[in-house]
């Protein structure tokens, strides 16, 4: 789905001299690097899936930074999204090694899910407050915390803390996206709700706390699954609103 073209926003240049496209290329190629050295940390070896996912994902970005984006400068807001598109790729290594959710290593990448949570409320605060603020980078934004819940829910299911009814908390907004290619009417705008960030946060959090080593059936399925019916509500919401008026 292509995204929507940000009008230029008017703001200083937070990325010095260099292109936008230029700044996510360096900022990419030294995270990539980054998570080569993290992988062979945490995993004991080479691990070259988070690198190789987060190059793909970071090579998106590019592709329609450079069809969309019209500012002058990339911006810290961006920056700080690619930050946390590379933190997620580090959770291909769970999903690839599920007995890294043990022990003091499952508390470490609970603890690291739960930053990068964290870290998604800062870089709206960094995009209004520099002037950046637009479509692209929401969408961006929007996209990586897709990503990110789609590869905790993996992870729950690969270290056995739900059954493979989780996928659908991880993956509700692809389902919804998909549909929207049959029903066009679907994919109309929404206009903003809080309701709808409070339960992105909401689904976020349970599914970190899914990758808690102390998190196990039944109590790890009830939590999933209350944030699951959660999630369905609030998608119920808008699709009814969508269709009112459709």
């Not at 603020?133 to 961006?140: D, I, N, S, V, Y």
């Not at 990758?211 to 019916?229: I, K, T, Y």
């Amino acid at each position: 789905m292509s995204l929507p073209t940000d009008h230029p926003p008017r703001a200083v240049d937070l990325t010095g001299a260099r292109s936008p496209v230029a700044s996510l290329s360096l900022l990419s190629a030294g995270l990539a690097l980054a998570l080569l050295g993290l992988s062979w940390r945490l995993a004991g070896d080479v691990m070259l899936l988070p690198m190789l996912g987060f190059g793909f994902g970071a090579g998106v970005a590019g592709h329609l930074l450079l069809r969309h984006w019209t500012a002058p400068s990339l911006g810290w807001a961006n920056a700080l999204t690619l930050g946390r598109l590379a933190l997620a790729a580090l959770f291909l290594l769970p999903l690839a090694r599920p007995g890294l959710t043990e022990g003091a290593m499952g508390w470490g990448f609970f603890c690291l899910a739960l930053f990068t949570l964290a870290l998604d409320g800062v870089d709206g605060w960094l995009a209004r407050r520099s002037g950046l603020a637009g479509p692209w980078g929401a969408r961006f934004d929007m996209e990586v915390d897709s990503i990110f819940a789609l590869l905790l829910a993996a992870v729950a299911l690969r270290s056995g803390a739900a059954g493979a009814w989780v996928l659908l908390l991880g993956s509700l907004r692809y389902l919804f996206v998909a549909a929207a290619r049959a029903w066009p009417w679907l994919a109309a705008p929404l206009s903003q709700r809080f309701r709808r960030k409070l339960v992105c946060v909401l689904q976020i959090a349970v599914l970190a706390g899914l990758l808690a080593p102390v998190a196990v059936p039944p109590c790890s399925d009830l939590a999933g699954l209350l944030a699951l019916a959660l999630l369905v509500w609030s998608f119920a919401v808008d699709v009814l609103w969508l269709a009112r008026r459709r």
